[in-house]
């Protein structure tokens, strides 16, 4: 076992939770899996994170990539009851197994995740159980291929939702991830967004302000979603009138076990990274923009994108010595996403004028995704300006990436 306490490894590869640097991500992991009933589909998914997860815990923890994602390491506590599982799948209910492919999600284990969700029979699945398995098909998918379309997840939940009866928490929770994802990449047609426009605008009616924890839950992440409908307009008013909404149902969410104070709280969380975009891109607002980091770090404090997020801010506003503290801070944090931690620090330091430590800094993102380009392009171009000794190092990526194909014309306009 790993001899550590850091709360965020500790959920990764454990599943165990502890208190040391512990923040909403991972309390979510562990006490979804804790209170986890898997004879039924109704498990709690917290934030997914980035399939290069995978590779920076490999990086921290030194244990290899595929050892990681197989569950091939020295397993203790929660973990190793989920490696049983995945060795005795053919024991287990369909919505067992169901259940067990959304435990290796929530952890990153995307691929292991997809290929204990393909063993599943469909047939033996039911109503709300299909909803979870689809639900599920399209955030692997989202995370493992670069495919845009999800169509066909998104088809299929409408087919069920027409023929069944579903909670209007359930209506919503899907509805809410449909706008989000047409708006990004436009994932699904219009006719299917609008559609799903038009369930959860009718579940909100339903529902009113919500009675319970589940039902305050789904009206602040569906509003919070919709607010991106007139955002996309660039329509300030209504924008700013479905976030209020979002952060206040989510603020009067009241929690009645452990796992629904974290679920309150990454709502909570949520909203105020909205916000901070919100005001930062949409209405530029700078000093609110601020104010929500500010509320986004006290919320969760021992988060690095939290920092991340705050350093938008700064670095929008050129700020480049308070954006370069907030990475420092990330940094000493942690995991996740220590690969941009390091490459935004070196483009601040290099902004700054500090282009000595901007190359270590880069040097660093390297020694953790040794094909990162913008780092070692960066690198390159810098050294080679102040005749640094690192200079023959950057030009070997250069040349080492040259070779097997992965620096295009594109990148190569960038070479100074």
């Known amino acids: 076992m790993i001899n550590t306490e850091n709360a965020f490894l500790s959920a990764f590869l454990y599943f165990k939770e502890t208190d040391n640097q ?61 490696k049983d599982k995945i060795l005795n799948v053919s024991y287990f209910s369909p919505v067992e197994v169901l259940n067990v492919a959304y435990s290796l999600a929530a952890i990153s284990r995307f691929e292991l995740s997809s290929k204990i969700l393909r063993n599943i029979e469909i047939k033996h699945l039911i109503n709300e159980e299909l909803i979870h398995y689809y639900y599920l098909s399209f955030f692997l998918k989202n995370r493992l291929t670069e495919e845009a379309s999800c169509e066909e997840e998104f088809s299929n939940m409408k087919n069920i939702f027409e023929n069944q009866t579903f909670s209007e928490v359930a209506l919503l929770k899907v509805a809410t991830q449909a706008i989000v994802w047409h708006i990004k990449e436009k994932s699904i047609s219009s006719d299917l967004y609008k559609w799903y426009i038009k369930i959860g605008l009718d579940a909100v009616k339903v529902l009113g302000e919500g009675k319970t924890f589940p039902e305050k839950i789904a009206l602040s992440a569906f509003h919070r979603a919709y607010a991106m409908v007139p955002a996309e307009e660039m329509l300030v008013e209504q924008t700013r009138n479905e976030m209020e909404k979002a952060l206040y149902y989510a603020k009067s969410a009241v929690p009645s076990n452990d796992l629904e104070v974290c679920r309150k709280l990454n709502a909570i969380k949520t909203c105020y990274e909205s916000e901070l975009k919100e005001r930062l891109y949409l209405s530029k607002e700078y000093e609110q923009a601020e104010r929500a980091g500010s509320d986004l770090i006290d919320t969760d404090p021992n988060w690095s994108i939290s920092y991340h997020e705050m350093a938008d801010v700064y670095m929008h506003t050129e700020q480049f010595e308070k954006a370069l503290t907030m990475f420092n801070k990330a940094q000493e944090i942690g995991l996740p996403r ?79």
């Not at 979510?28 to 009933?37: E, G, I, N």
């Open 22 to 82: 512990a923040n909403i991500w991972s309390k979510t992991v562990c006490r979804s899996l804790l209170s986890q009933d898997f004879t039924k589909a109704s498990y709690r998914l917290g934030q997914l994170l980035e399939p290069s997860t995978l590779f920076e815990v490999a990086s921290v923890s030194k244990i290899p990539v595929e050892s990681l994602s197989n569950l091939d390491y020295s397993l203790e506590g929660p973990i190793k009851d989920i």
């Open 338 to 416: 220590i690969t941009y931690t390091h490459f935004m620090m070196g483009y601040c330091l290099n902004s700054l004028g500090r282009k000595q430590e901007a190359l270590i800094s880069f040097l660093k993102t390297l020694e953790v995704d040794s094909t990162n380009l913008s780092a070692g392009i960066n690198g390159y171009n810098i050294s080679k300006e102040i005749k640094h000794d690192s200079f023959e190092k950057f030009k070997r990526y250069l040349d080492q990436w040259e070779t097997e194909g992965i620096l295009g014309e594109e990148e190569k306009v960038y070479i100074k």
